[in-house]
């Protein structure tokens, strides 16, 4: 009996920890952090990724919280009832949905992040980029008659950035934020 009853307060000790960590989960302030990317143009690439994101999480706390309810509901029953196998194998099983879980909130607020910077990055790099275009520009107009033979092959070099910064322009503006990354570190 008396082993029986360590056993068990060992059980309950395990199903409270689990609880928390499904309580971390459930409150975890994850639309408050996809707020953020409502600063940002809320188009193409971006919407879809905010609303991934969304959906992700919603059946993170919508369907894998309310199933780790059951389970941990089952897993009290099997405790009491001193059917100590039963209860460890759903507490594993908990454990794994935690994890899950857990793992699915940290993808999300990687990508996140990753989302939210590149729009930092392009918007500090393109304007030192248009900086080193203009400056090139001005430098090819300025000393056109040093550079003889090779001015038309420099210029038509320049010509290529136009249709570059145009399309990043476009991209920013569609919100396809990760494609104007792209651009940027090809220029």
Avoid at 6 to 29: A, D, F, G, S, T
Avoid at 55 to 62: A, F, T, Y
Avoid at 77 to 100: G, L, N, P
Wanted: hydrophobic share 40%.
């Amino acid at each position: 009996l008396i082993v029986g009853l360590v056993v068990r307060r060992k059980h309950n000790v395990e199903i409270e920890r689990l609880e928390k960590e499904k309580m971390q989960i459930q409150h975890y302030p994850i639309f408050e952090e996809l707020a953020k990317v409502k600063a940002l143009n809320m188009n193409g690439q971006t919407e879809e990724l905010f609303e991934n994101w969304r959906n992700r999480w919603l059946e993170v706390v919508d369907v894998h919280v309310i199933k780790m309810d059951s389970m941990l509901f089952d897993a009290e029953e099997y405790i009491d009832r001193f059917k100590f196998k039963k209860a460890t194998e759903v507490e594993r099983e908990i454990d794994q949905f935690v994890t899950k879980c857990e793992q699915t909130r940290v993808d999300i607020l990687a990508e996140l992040e990753e989302l939210i910077g590149s729009e930092e990055k392009n918007r500090i790099e393109i304007e030192q980029l248009k900086e080193y275009y203009r400056s090139a520009r001005k430098t090819l107009l300025a000393h056109q008659h040093s550079f003889g033979p090779a001015l038309s092959q420099l210029e038509k070099k320049l010509e290529q950035f136009t249709p570059k910064f145009e399309e990043f322009d476009g991209l920013t503006s569609q919100g396809n934020y990760l494609q104007a990354r792209e651009i940027v570190l090809s220029l």
